[in-house]
């Protein structure tokens, strides 16, 4: 068994504006979902997220520089499942960042304000990706985890209520 530990942060950067766009639109404490987990490799942990125009992986002390962590949730998954994920992580790292995609979000955002349901005009998550549609696809990797939305149409809160009923051993 292996360890995977989704997580909830926000920017702590100088002026982090998208980042506090983000928690107004979504009223949450965080911004921002991302992936850590033990490289046994490299003997140190790592982050994997979409962040900075790329999905990208980084060192604790790189990522920790960047950002507040809000809350952590850690599951165990078996040898297949931490397998699959990390092939996951590879096979995307270097997509750019889904900016269409969070447009498209802020879009459906401003229709619910009209009483107006819509689901995300411009739905490009696998050629694209933002964090926490990131993040849900790399979950679904491991048995058992069925997301309860589209994937195109999932927002950070999506996936904290998604994390935050799981079960601790995923496999």
Same mark, same amino acid.
């Given at each position: 068994?292996?360890?995977?530990?989704?997580?909830?942060?926000?920017?702590?950067?100088?002026?982090? %504006?998208?980042?506090?766009?983000?928690?107004?639109?979504?009223?949450?404490?965080?911004?921002?979902?991302?992936?850590?987990?033990?490289?046994?490799? /490299?003997?140190?942990?790592?982050?994997?997220?979409?962040?900075?125009?790329?999905?990208?992986?980084?060192?604790?002390?790189?990522? /920790?520089?960047?950002?507040?962590?809000?809350?952590?949730?850690?599951?165990?998954?078996?040898?297949?499942?931490?397998?699959?994920? /990390?092939?996951?992580?590879?096979?995307?790292?270097?997509?750019?960042?889904?900016?269409?995609?969070?447009?498209?979000?802020?879009?459906?955002?401003?229709?619910?304000?009209?009483? %107006?349901? %819509?689901?995300?005009?411009?739905?490009?998550?696998?050629?694209?990706?933002?964090?926490?549609?990131?993040?849900?696809?790399? /979950?679904?990797?491991?048995?058992?985890?069925?997301?309860?939305?589209?994937?195109?149409?999932?927002?950070?809160?999506?996936?904290?209520?998604?994390?935050?009923?799981?079960?601790?051993?995923?496999?």
């Amino acid at each position: 068994m292996k360890q995977i530990t989704i997580g909830f942060s926000k920017a702590c950067t100088t002026f982090p %504006i998208f980042s506090w766009l983000i928690m107004l639109v979504q009223k949450t404490p965080y911004s921002h979902v991302y992936l850590k987990y033990q490289d046994e490799f /490299l003997g140190q942990t790592m982050y994997f997220q979409a962040s900075h125009s790329l999905v990208n992986s980084m060192s604790a002390p790189v990522f /920790l520089a960047q950002e507040t962590v809000y809350k952590e949730f850690t599951f165990n998954v078996s040898d297949a499942s931490f397998l699959a994920a /990390l092939q996951f992580a590879a096979n995307q790292a270097g997509k750019p960042y889904g900016v269409l995609e969070i447009c498209g979000l802020a879009i459906a955002d401003f229709a619910l304000l009209f009483g %107006i349901k %819509i689901q995300n005009p411009f739905k490009d998550a696998g050629q694209t990706w933002i964090c926490d549609q990131l993040q849900a696809a790399l /979950l679904s990797t491991c048995e058992n985890v069925q997301l309860p939305m589209p994937l195109n149409d999932m927002m950070p809160k999506d996936v904290y209520n998604l994390v935050s009923t799981l079960p601790q051993n995923l496999s």
